[in-house]
């Protein structure tokens, strides 16, 4: 079975440090990868997906992420994050030419200090 | 262009109840999809449904639960005999009629059993 993991549970950073959050996910497949984000309060969003093409891929708000289909990993990665980016960030993967039910990781809570 | 929408956004129940929570999706999306978030867990699939049809419920637990997307109105998930476990919340997504759809979230139904 498909399995999604993330390997940070909480992560803390000042405001300007660089953000790497990992994904690593289990299918010998095709996939497609997401990563959502969850503010406070607030329901899922989009950040950035791949379905093909170009590995490094760029969302909103700056964060972009990179598939090593090597690794199985799709990380997850801003520059200098801002207090506005302290949320739930979700990284998921979905079967290709399945139905497209997503398997997300257990999420990282990602606190940002001004 | 309205987003997907739940209703209600909170449901307290008590044992032994019944709990019925509706999802309409965004307009021009056929496909639904049910998930739930367990306290401290990420998001679990549960159904997949497109306009009177079950596509897969792998997801589902065997008993207690049901899902339903009628020709007309919004997608139902029912839960019947509520127990403390299924206090969890809820969320919705809908996407396109294609094979390789972004999902688009509610925000979600937060359901507390006493």
């Known amino acids: 079975a498909q399995s999604v993991s993330q390997h940070n549970h909480h992560v803390i950073l000042s405001e300007a440090a660089s953000l790497e959050l990992g994904c690593n996910y289990s299918?010998?497949?095709?996939?497609?990868l997401f990563w959502y984000v969850q503010y406070p309060g607030q329901h899922l969003q989009l950040l950035l997906k791949?379905?093909?093409?170009?590995?490094l891929v760029k969302g909103i708000k700056g964060f972009e992420a990179e598939f090593i289909k090597s690794k199985f990993s799709f990380n997850l990665r801003k520059p200098s994050v801002q207090w506005s980016d302290t949320a739930e960030y979700f990284c998921?993967?979905?079967?290709?030419?399945?139905?497209?039910?997503?398997?997300f990781g257990a999420g990282t809570r990602l606190a940002v200090h001004p | 262009n309205a987003g997907v929408m739940q209703n209600p956004r909170h449901l307290v129940r008590r044992r032994g109840q019944e709990a019925r929570l509706r999802c309409s999706p965004m307009?021009?999306?056929?496909?639904v999809y049910w998930y739930r978030q367990l306290p401290e867990e990420g998001l679990k699939f549960m159904v997949y449904?497109?306009?009177?049809?079950?596509?897969?419920e792998s997801g589902m637990p065997k008993e207690r639960f049901s899902a339903e997307f009628p020709k007309e109105g919004p997608s139902i998930l029912r839960i019947q005999q509520v127990v403390r476990g299924d206090s969890a919340a809820y969320f919705c997504?809908?996407?396109?009629?294609?094979?390789?759809?972004?999902?688009?979230f509610g925000p979600g139904t937060r359901l507390l059993v006493l």
């Open positions: 998921a993967v979905s079967v290709s030419g399945g139905y497209n039910k997503l398997i």
């Open positions: 299918y010998g497949g095709t996939v497609n």
């Open positions: 997504a809908s996407s396109p009629p294609d094979t390789v759809g972004t999902q688009y």
């Open positions: 791949y379905f093909s093409g170009d590995p």
């Open positions: 307009k021009g999306h056929s496909h």
């Open positions: 449904l497109q306009k009177e049809n079950i596509i897969d």
